[in-house]
């Protein structure tokens, strides 16, 4: 969706290295979300903003981490302690709620591959 | 814990035929949202229901939400080469959480 950023595309990580992933969105939209994609899943909620400054886990928040430190952007790091993060992440914006209260707009994506 | 089931995982009809896919929650939702997904893009939103029987309309599609509040479905009459991709449909539950299905994957035999 226009105004909603991810970088970059593909990236790829070696054992044991931390990565972290763009989002930056130019919609002022308050709150943005961190979603894995696994190929014939659906989404999972990794992490959620609802105003800088704040975060909440959200049901596979183990080895990711993320900081809220602008209203317009919103990285995620995948830590080493993630042992399996080869997938498709998304990054999302929303209104303020709580994710299934409004609809989200998707960024294109990361794909990120381990080496 | 709580799934939210979507079936067929893949449908395969000619085009011009309809096609449906169907939800279903073990519990009651407070609102189900579709997407849809084309090949290598990401989830486009198309639509949120939040009332028991609700039903609307998008030129070729309807969807629908159950009276129980546990399952919803997308029906597209006369399906077109622009049609194809993967439909989520993502409830919400009493615990305010989002829970996605995993997605019906949809191709057009032209």
């Known amino acids: 969706d226009g105004g909603i950023t991810q970088s970059p595309k593909y990236l790829f990580r070696k054992e044991g290295q931390n990565v972290t992933l763009s989002c930056e969105q130019n919609?002022?939209?308050?709150?943005m979300y961190w979603y894995r994609q696994d190929p014939g899943q659906g989404l999972r909620l990794i992490y959620y903003s609802q105003i800088v400054n704040d975060f909440q886990k959200g049901d596979i928040a183990e080895g990711y981490s993320v900081s809220r430190e602008k209203k317009e952007s919103f990285p995620l790091t995948v830590t080493s302690a993630q042992k399996n993060p080869t997938a498709f992440y998304l990054c999302?914006?929303?209104?303020?709620?709580?994710?299934?209260?409004?609809?989200?707009?998707f960024g294109d994506g990361t794909r990120l591959s381990i080496l | 814990g709580q799934q939210v089931m979507q079936i067929p995982q893949y449908q395969h009809v000619q085009e011009g035929e309809d096609f449906t896919t169907y939800c279903n929650s073990s519990t009651t939702l407070s609102n189900i949202q579709w997407y849809k997904q084309r090949p290598g893009g990401h989830p486009v939103f198309l639509i949120q229901l939040v009332k028991s029987g609700e039903v609307k309309k998008q030129k070729r599609l309807t969807f629908q939400f159950g009276e129980a509040k546990k399952n919803s479905s997308l029906h597209i009459t006369a399906t077109q080469t622009t049609d194809v991709g993967t439909y989520f449909c993502a409830g919400r539950n009493r615990d305010d959480k989002i829970i996605f299905g995993k997605g019906t994957r949809l191709h057009i035999l032209p």
């Open positions: 999302a914006i929303g209104g303020r709620g709580l994710p299934g209260n409004q609809p989200q707009h």
């Open positions: 919609l002022n939209h308050d709150a």
